[in-house]
């Protein structure tokens, strides 16, 4: 199976703040990657797919980069309803379908 | 607009049974893969079963194979998982989602989730 891991675990930022967060498969996926956000109590949401893929009604400030093993996801300009747990996932040999664990964005 | 409405859940004691629902509108069911994904208390997402547009083709994580089943009614556009012989660590929200596309494995439409509480 193929493993995903995240880092960080956790980041505080500000209001306007650039924010990356890394997400490792244990190996080669290609483009075959998935990000999504999930607020408290509500479904996860989709928000980049094929790696870099913006899916619809996203807001531009959500951009996706990497192939093979390595991939970021970038919020260009941190706005107030971003706070929020971030999840990768993998779909390039499945199954398994696998998640990473999370990155929790939290108010600075 | 596209909705999928889970139910089903409950508490049920290690051992038994249950069977969640989803049912979908605002596309064209039959056209779609979906899946089940859950989510333990305070934990991240775990992918638990895949099935085919048609329902030939499906797939179980191995944490659950042999105790889940995953069904589809194309006709009453509903979406099912049989669960036996539950256990604590089945505790989880169960969401039931669409595949963006064929086979593609990205999930661009979730339910709101149903809570099944495995406990004696």
């Known amino acids: 199976d193929i493993q995903m891991t995240q880092s960080p675990s956790s980041v505080s930022a500000s209001v306007g703040d650039r924010v990356t967060i890394t997400c490792r498969a244990s190996q080669g996926i290609s483009s075959w990657l998935a990000w999504y956000q999930q607020k408290p109590g509500k479904a996860p949401k989709l928000l980049i797919y094929a790696a870099s893929s913006l899916q619809s009604g996203v807001p531009s400030r959500f951009s996706g980069s990497g192939s093979g093993t390595d991939f970021t996801l970038t919020i260009s300009s941190l706005q107030p309803e971003d706070f929020a747990t971030y999840y990768c996932q993998q779909a390039n040999s499945f199954p398994p379908i696998t998640f990473g664990p999370g990155t929790k964005v939290d108010i600075k | 607009q596209v909705q999928l409405v889970e139910s089903g859940g409950g508490l049920v004691k290690p051992g038994g049974s249950l069977r969640l629902s989803c049912a979908a509108s605002g596309f064209t069911f039959s056209d779609y893969y979906m899946s089940w994904i859950r989510q333990a208390p305070g934990k991240g997402l775990e992918w638990v079963s895949y099935?085919?547009?048609?329902?030939?083709?499906?797939y179980y994580a191995d944490s659950v194979k042999g105790r889940f089943t995953i069904s589809r009614d194309n006709a009453k556009n509903s979406l099912y998982l049989q669960m036996n012989s539950l256990r604590a660590e089945d505790t989880a929200v169960y969401y039931c989602a669409r595949d963006l596309e064929a086979a593609a494995g990205y999930f661009d439409y979730w339910g709101q989730g149903t809570l099944v509480t495995v406990s004696s």
């Open positions: 099935i085919s547009s048609s329902g030939s083709t499906i």
